[in-house]
């Protein structure tokens, strides 16, 4: 045999193994993208159980923050409205004492006068 005859019948059975080979490229290009795809989902999946935990853990703070605020706010309001009664305590005793005393300018002037307290019958 010629070496041309050798290679032609070399490149004859070659070419079955390359179609093969060509038949495994597109396979293990479909493979990559399948497996580029699975990579993102798995990614995608990671990063929501990650904001799923984050979450979980601020719910678990504002549980626990709310009642403290609540009971904070409830504290408060009692605060306030004590200080408020005793305002109005306050305000009571000066209004109180302002009309006594003008009730007693108002006798005296009454008496100083001899004019009669029209509001007395």
Same mark, same amino acid.
């Given at each position: ?16 193994? #390359? ?12 493979? #990559? ?85 029209? #509001?007395?019958?």
């Amino acid at each position: 045999m010629t070496d041309e005859k050798i290679l032609e019948t070399l490149g004859q059975l070659l070419e079955p193994i #390359n179609k093969r080979l060509d038949g495994q490229d597109t396979a293990l290009a479909s493979l #990559n993208t399948a497996i580029e795809a699975l990579a993102e989902g798995q990614k995608d999946i990671r990063e929501r159980i990650a904001t799923k935990q984050v979450l979980e853990a601020l719910g678990k703070r504002l549980d626990t923050k709310i009642p403290t605020a609540t009971e904070a706010l409830e504290e408060n309001q009692e605060a306030a409205k004590l200080e408020i009664r005793a305002d109005i305590i306050n305000l009571n005793a000066k209004i109180i004492t302002k009309v006594q005393k003008h009730e007693k300018s108002i006798k005296s002037l009454h008496e100083g006068t001899g004019i009669p307290d029209p #509001n007395k019958h």
